[in-house]
């Protein structure tokens, strides 16, 4: 199980989206696709049509700078953080 | 009696300010919508909905609901993008009209999209693809400052299939088919830059219609204040008399088609009240000449801006005028602008201000 942070811009849109959460994906696209399956809208709010991940969305999967296509492992931290912009 | 909803939107949310029938005592609320930038806000009387555009810069775009003024909100921007296979993207959502049961929003890149189920999703309608010079509305080195887009929707009440819409730094096309064929409405508008189609290439700022005329409209243009006798198919201008061309805010008197207001502004880079001075500008006479109205808005060292779609006027028979400034004061006349009161002081930089008679 992959262990998800979300950023806090994020969760008061959905119903009981929590911060954190385990699941099972074997990419990030996949993970993503799974938080849209249960919190449907979830997808465009990281994602453009590509698809790839929103301009002031950075994913980092064990610290290092993700697409959605980078690969997740068994036990992989995946954060996925609103970037420090605007003001 | 009817309450008065004003609905203000935001770099910072939406807000609401809530009156009885005598518009007197304003009640705020808000931040709304999670304090996402809101470019535009309506209700929607026969639905009793509120929507408001919002474009997050984390979160893309998406049009916010909400069936319960404002308790509680959903959003949605299902169906609200185009095709992955192309290059255009919806960078921000930036007007709203409800019409006839749908609900219309214009985006940036230029588009109109609709949703026929109340905002929970959408379609493109049109993206006025044909129009003189349409293929270079996406090159970023044609996209006027602001990036709006399609910067105004104008509903025809009697009429759903028939509307109006401003492309920013384009001009104004009209549509008697919901959308399906489009005409420029720009014949008479000052240019004073070059412009490879005639009838194109103007930069309408504010478009508003008579309601006890429908053939009468006026217009606050980045170069002039206009007018057209004939719902638009022709305009001349009638700015002589007030202090600036160039503004953005305007509003027509509800019960008299003679009537009209603008908010003149600096040109230049403040595209503030000049000398700090507040005032609207009113017109009796259809233009022919124009008076300042500032009694109870500050007249010294008030450097205020009022963009686009930050002035509006309600329906009362004596109607209330009223406007937000970049500076986050919204002010608010329940005598058809002679007298004034600032009714909110500390909001973030205002973007929109609608109003709506709640029953």
């Not at chain 1, 465009?44 to 492992?73: F, M, S, W």
């Not at chain 2, 409800?98 to 993206?127: C, H, K, N, Q, Y």
């Amino acid at each position: 199980m992959a262990d998800l942070r979300l950023p806090m811009t994020l969760t008061p849109l959905f119903d009981d989206l929590p911060r954190r959460l385990e699941l099972d994906a074997a990419t990030v696209d996949e993970a993503i696709e799974k938080l849209e399956q249960r919190w449907p809208g979830l997808r465009d709010r990281l994602c453009e049509p590509g698809p790839v991940l929103r301009p002031h969305i950075n994913v980092y999967v064990d610290q290092e700078r993700a697409t959605l296509d980078t690969p997740l492992k068994e036990h992989s931290h995946v954060d996925v953080i609103a970037a420090i912009s605007g003001g | 009696m009817r309450r008065t909803l004003l609905l203000i939107g935001t770099r910072k949310g939406l807000f609401l300010l809530e009156s009885d029938g005598d518009r007197r005592a304003w009640k705020l609320r808000g931040p709304l919508c999670e304090s996402w930038p809101v470019y535009h806000a309506v209700y929607d009387r026969s639905a009793g909905a509120i929507y408001a555009a919002g474009a997050s810069e984390w979160h893309g775009s998406a049009v916010w609901r909400s069936g319960d003024l404002g308790e509680t909100w959903a959003l949605s921007s299902e169906g609200l993008a185009y095709d992955a296979e192309e290059a255009r993207k919806v960078s921000k959502v930036s007007s709203l009209a409800v019409s006839d049961g749908r609900v219309l929003v214009g985006v940036e890149a230029p588009g109109i999209f609709e949703s026929r189920d109340g905002g929970e999703s959408w379609a493109l309608l049109t993206t006025l693809a044909g129009q003189p010079g349409s293929e270079t509305w996406d090159d970023p080195a044609s996209q006027a400052p602001g990036h709006l887009g399609i910067s105004a929707i104008m509903t025809d009440g009697d009429d759903a299939s028939h509307f109006w819409t401003i492309v920013q730094g384009i001009g104004l096309f009209e549509t008697s088919d919901a959308g399906t064929t489009w005409t420029p409405r720009n014949k008479g508008l000052r240019g004073d830059w070059p412009r490879p189609h005639e009838e194109v290439g103007f930069c309408i700022h504010r478009l508003v219609r008579s309601p006890s005329d429908p053939s009468r409209m006026y217009q606050q243009n980045h170069l002039g204040v206009h007018r057209s006798d004939d719902g638009g198919h022709s305009w001349f201008e009638i700015t002589d008399g007030l202090p600036s061309d160039f503004g953005f805010a305007a509003a027509a008197h509800p019960h008299d088609r003679d009537t009209f207001y603008v908010i003149p502004l600096d040109p230049g880079h403040a595209r503030c009240m000049p000398e700090g001075r507040a005032a609207v500008w009113r017109t009796r006479d259809g233009g022919e000449s124009w008076h300042p109205l500032e009694r109870g808005l500050p007249q010294h060292d008030a450097h205020l801006g009022v963009l686009r779609a930050a002035m509006t006027i309600d329906q009362h028979d004596v109607p209330g005028l009223y406007f937000g400034t970049s500076t986050g004061q919204v002010f608010a006349s329940t005598d058809e602008g002679e007298n004034w009161d600032e009714i909110a002081s500390y909001l973030p930089p205002v973007w929109s201000v609608e109003v709506a008679a709640l029953e």
